[in-house]
């Protein structure tokens, strides 16, 4: 088994930035994909970013491309996802996740969830 605790949410101004981390345990995430998500009021869960277990296959939705970085160390079993440039849009619970092999973007697809973890971004 594998747990998932997010960590690093909270309220924002528009424009300024925050760093989410997401800490693994229960074992290595050897050969995982990893994953954030998020899920705004009425919308559904969509992936906004992923990284490969090297991190050299790393996966940005359109609308947060250059503004989000994702990042993972695999000593410390643990995601992290800078985000900059915050909008208003960009409010929801963030999620992480895992999954073992490739790259997906289905919520389906990922096994392991962490209980997520608000970002509000006031205007």
């Given at each position: 088994?594998?747990?998932?605790?997010?960590s690093?949410?909270?309220?924002?101004?528009?424009?300024?930035?925050?760093?989410l981390s997401c800490?693994?345990?229960?074992?290595?995430?050897?050969?995982?994909?990893?994953?954030?998500?998020?899920q705004a009021?009425?919308?559904?869960?969509?992936q906004?970013?992923?990284?490969?277990?090297?991190g050299?296959?790393?996966?940005?939705e359109?609308?947060v491309?250059?503004r989000?970085?994702i990042?993972?160390d695999?000593t410390?079993?643990t995601?992290?996802?800078?985000?900059?440039?915050?909008?208003?849009?960009?409010t929801?619970?963030?999620?992480?996740a895992?999954?073992i092999?490739?790259?997906?973007?289905?919520v389906?697809?990922y096994?392991y969830?962490?209980p997520?973890t608000?970002v509000?971004?006031?205007s």
């Amino acid at each position: 088994q594998v747990q998932l605790v997010e960590s690093g949410g909270g309220p924002v101004q528009t424009g300024g930035s925050l760093r989410l981390s997401c800490q693994a345990s229960g074992r290595t995430l050897w050969n995982y994909y990893m994953g954030w998500f998020r899920q705004a009021p009425g919308k559904e869960r969509e992936q906004i970013a992923a990284i490969s277990w090297t991190g050299d296959g790393t996966f940005y939705e359109d609308s947060v491309k250059g503004r989000f970085t994702i990042g993972r160390d695999n000593t410390k079993n643990t995601m992290y996802l800078q985000m900059n440039s915050l909008k208003p849009e960009d409010t929801a619970v963030y999620y992480c996740a895992a999954r073992i092999g490739s790259h997906s973007r289905a919520v389906r697809d990922y096994d392991y969830w962490g209980p997520g973890t608000q970002v509000t971004v006031s205007s």
